[in-house]
């Protein structure tokens, strides 16, 4: 056995003992339930995502927030249905791609995947360089360095297990914006009645923010992370196995999955919609409405908000970046590594995967250097943004099949609830993208 892969409960038996014989807790308990879907949830709060929900609050105030009300299902069902994918067939997203559909649809999807990625992890990267030097005044290039080795040294280097638990624990950071919240003075009552009844506008500018929205709250890194980290998952409980060779334990898994994705992804939009209220608070409240980096958020609101509020919310960006990137890195890698039929894994040593871990570190390493070319961090997240709603919507339809056959899924194909849930999810990010281009000029 790898070294890295250790027995993990609730599933306590011998890799030897019959299926039929592993016994399965009747209900899951809260702490073993946090798991894929609270990371992924978490890491979609990044510093990027934190930029765009800062510009939404202060150029829109309260009005913007029902778009984060109204994708949270759509999130849920996109996010189970990455995760079922990958603890039924044992397989992540890339995997049952190269299975079932076109190479040209698969390689396509990848290589757009790497380029947002990493242009991704660069501006994270700077964003939380900017952020330190806020706090602790040096050189933001030392900084920048700095995080991204240690990303690198944790995620290669650290067993997987052990990584899993800090990811966990960086989950903490999100509720520097929870803290920020509550210090601001929030009129509650007018919140309330702009998330029930909302100012909507048609306007180039407003459609432009709601579609960012949309496209950083749905996610194509998040969709193959998940997925993966449901594989690895299994493969680090002894005597687990995928759902379709072993049914016997569908009820507790299907359940676990259920919960950890619910509570996931919503602290992700909880913590959005928090951010989003302190900046329409603060920054929209006194006139400053142009923000272009989370950065400056933080900076703007030393001002407004005081000394506080700026220290917790670019703590935040630090604390966010920090779960953030090794999600975009891996994900980048998992995506890669199954389409080329390399070994992959979080829980494979370095020698056992060098590929897989050498792409993790290449798509830092280029993150990192984009920093110091003259490519604008705004323009590159733009562009970013354009290349995840053009991928996305190709990859939700190709999930959305691959989870509603029998042929893939066995007896866990789609219910229709969760069916319905998904293609409105998919129309939605399909609508985002052709928004997205009807804005391109405005």
Known sequence: MDPRKIPIAPILPTAALPHSVIKQPERPKLLQIMGPGLITGASDDDPSGIATYSQAGAQFGYGIGWTLLFTYPLMCAIQLISAEIGRVTGVGLAGNLRRHFPAWLLYGAIALLLIANTINIGADLGAMAAALKLLVDGPQILYLAGFAVLTVVLEVFVRYSRYVSVLKWLTLSLFAYVATVF?????????????????????????????????????????????????????????????????????????????????????????ALFIVITTAATLHASGHTDIQTSAQAAEALRPIAGRFTFTVFALGIIGTGLLALPVLAGSAAYALGEALKWPVGLGKTLPHAKAFYGTIAGATVIGALLNFTSLDPVKALFWSAVINGVVAVPVMVAMMLLASRSKVMGQFSLKLPLKILGWLATAAMALAAIGMFATWGS
């Open 183 to 271: 210090v601001v003075g929030v009129p509650w009552g007018e919140v309330a009645l702009a998330l029930v009844v909302p100012h909507i506008s048609l306007g180039g500018d407003y459609l432009t923010v709601v579609v960012a929205i949309f496209g950083t709250t749905i996610s194509p890194y998040l969709f193959f992370w998940q997925a993966e980290e449901e594989v690895e998952e299994e493969k680090e409980q002894l005597g687990a196995r995928p759902l379709k060779e072993a049914p016997d334990q569908a009820p507790y898994e299907m359940e676990r999955m259920r919960l950890d994705t619910l509570v996931g992804m919503g602290l992700s939009n909880l913590v």
